[in-house]
């Protein structure tokens, strides 16, 4: 009797509907069947964060007819499972044909050449009931007992997030859907920053915290109403400790996942104004209490509050930093920030390598505005667990109107605008679904 043949199919999905059933009864006839199920992190990196856990999904698909075998996968790549397995045959749906998983498609077919494999695609299953299942499942992403502890577990997964600034819904659209293709890996930001500049700055008012509690609220309600992905507020100095434990409950039932506070006192000022203008950092015992009684208020244990050290942007000094680091953990923050405006990343690292060597537990937040030349890595590789790019969305927005604004005014008709910095208008209407 021959040899039955090798077949390699992928899967990332956890909402299984008769697509799926029908591909993987097509692939078991070509012979014998191994399913790679990818891990949470890389289906969180192109996708959506899966509702059930890649064990879970395992077990799941190995429970299937026609499946013999399952593996976990941990790139979107098929270069390490085709080196392992070599097999005969290939399945996947015509979809990625095109769009961002073009070149995975491309890679895999030089791979299967090398050995004389065969690329099997059959059309992809579209239907209106599969669409309504996956948004279900993305609409219980949602929901803030599911959202709230996603970015713990993303730290846990990924050792390190990456969150991008959002202001408006469509800024969180952006945050939410940006994807690239770099050397085989799909690229998402894992979550959004709800910056206190920005949201002033939309509102054309000065970062003093003049912009109140409720008016936050509603800019957190309108990037919640159109994204799955977990959010981090910037709180401010908190303001007084009475009324930080309402924010902190409030937070947490809307289901953001961290605040940050600073410790500052007083009328609030940029900190990359630095000593340029009246700052005041509060005393460490006062911000310990601030950092106590949040932490006390808190029902859930997914709500992480992170205490932002303002010691080297006001020339304190690394050793005072150092100590409000440990005063500030040992209150209870769940993580600190240490925030710099230097260019280069001297100060910060040195930070981060004398707190790390007494502390390799609680969280390390860093915001390379000023010191931007560091690449990620760099931060994960010394021990950074979350790195969050503060105001670039609404930085990059403000240069682009202007130069729309000016265009109008120079030529006295829009047309040249519209071609050099506006999308269509049938691209403008199109852009946000409607469901």
């Known amino acids: 009797m021959p040899e039955k043949k090798r077949v390699f199919m992928c899967m990332s999905t956890d909402v299984v509907h008769g697509g799926h059933i029908e591909i993987i009864n097509q692939a078991a006839e070509l012979g014998e069947?191994?399913?790679?199920?990818?891990?949470?992190?890389?289906?969180?990196?192109?996708?959506?964060?899966?509702?059930?856990?890649?064990?879970?999904?395992?077990?799941?698909?190995?429970?299937?007819?026609?499946?013999?075998?399952?593996?976990?996968?941990?790139?979107?790549?098929?270069?390490?499972?085709?080196?392992?397995?070599?097999?005969?045959?290939?399945?996947?749906?015509?979809?990625?044909?095109?769009?961002?998983?073009?070149?995975?498609?491309?890679?895999?077919?030089?791979?299967?050449?090398?050995?004389?494999?065969?690329?099997?695609?059959?059309?992809?299953?579209?239907?209106?009931?599969?669409?309504?299942?996956?948004?279900?499942?993305?609409?219980?992403?949602?929901?803030?007992?599911?959202?709230?502890?996603?970015?713990?577990?993303?730290?846990?997964?990924?050792?390190?997030?990456?969150?991008?600034?959002?202001?408006?819904?469509?800024t969180g659209l952006i945050a939410e859907k940006t994807t690239v293709m770099e050397q085989g890996t799909i690229r998402q930001f894992d979550g959004m920053w709800i910056s206190s500049l920005c949201d002033s700055t939309i509102k054309g008012k000065p970062d003093t915290e003049l912009v109140d509690f409720s008016s936050r609220l509603n800019t957190i309600n309108d990037i919640m109403e159109v994204t799955t992905k977990p959010i981090i507020l910037d709180g401010d100095t908190g303001g007084l400790t009475e009324h930080f434990v309402y924010m902190v409950r409030s937070l947490e039932r809307l289901g953001v996942s961290a605040v940050i506070i600073e410790d500052k006192t007083g009328l609030k000022k940029n900190s990359l104004f630095g000593t340029e203008v009246a700052q005041e950092q509060d005393s460490v015992e006062n911000f310990c209490h601030k950092i106590a009684e949040g932490k006390r208020a808190q029902k859930t244990k997914d709500f992480m509050l992170i205490a932002r050290i303002e010691s080297l942007?006001?020339?304190?000094?690394?050793?005072?930093?150092?100590?409000?680091?440990?005063?500030?953990?040992?209150?209870?923050?769940?993580?600190?920030?240490?925030?710099?405006?230097?260019?280069?990343?001297?100060?910060?690292?040195?930070?981060?390598?004398?707190?790390?060597?007494?502390?390799?537990?609680?969280?390390?937040?860093?915001?390379?505005?000023?010191?931007?030349?560091?690449?990620?890595?760099?931060?994960?590789?010394?021990?950074?667990?979350?790195?969050?790019?503060?105001?670039?969305?609404?930085?990059?927005?403000?240069?682009?109107?202007?130069?729309?604004?000016?265009?109008?005014?120079?030529?006295?008709?829009?047309?040249?605008?519209?071609?050099?910095?506006?999308?269509s208008i049938k691209n403008i209407l199109t852009l946000i679904p409607e469901e």
């Not at 240490?338 to 910060?348: A, C, L, M, Q």
């Open 33 to 170: 069947l191994t399913v790679g199920v990818l891990t949470d992190e890389v289906v969180s990196a192109y996708k959506r964060y899966p509702l059930l856990s890649c064990e879970e999904r395992m077990k799941i698909v190995a429970g299937l007819k026609g499946v013999a075998h399952v593996i976990k996968q941990t790139d979107i790549s098929y270069r390490e499972p085709l080196k392992t397995l070599r097999p005969d045959y290939v399945v996947h749906g015509d979809d990625w044909r095109i769009g961002f998983q073009k070149p995975v498609r491309e890679e895999c077919i030089r791979l299967l050449e090398e050995y004389g494999g065969k690329l099997v695609e059959f059309p992809y299953s579209r239907s209106e009931q599969y669409d309504q299942l996956e948004s279900a499942a993305r609409s219980q992403l949602s929901i803030p007992d599911i959202r709230r502890g996603r970015l713990r577990r993303l730290i846990e997964q990924k050792g390190m997030a990456v969150c991008m600034e959002a202001h408006t819904g469509l």
């Open 313 to 423: 942007i006001l020339e304190k000094g690394m050793e005072d930093a150092l100590a409000r680091a440990r005063a500030y953990a040992a209150a209870g923050a769940d993580g600190v920030m240490i925030h710099s405006r230097r260019k280069d990343p001297d100060e910060v690292f040195e930070f981060i390598r004398r707190f790390r060597t007494e502390n390799r537990h609680t969280l390390l937040v860093v915001v390379p505005t000023s010191y931007n030349s560091v690449y990620e890595e760099e931060f994960k590789e010394r021990g950074v667990n979350v790195v969050i790019y503060a105001n670039h969305l609404i930085r990059s927005s403000y240069p682009a109107m202007c130069q729309t604004a000016e265009s109008i005014l120079r030529c006295h008709r829009a047309k040249e605008a519209d071609e050099q910095y506006c999308m």
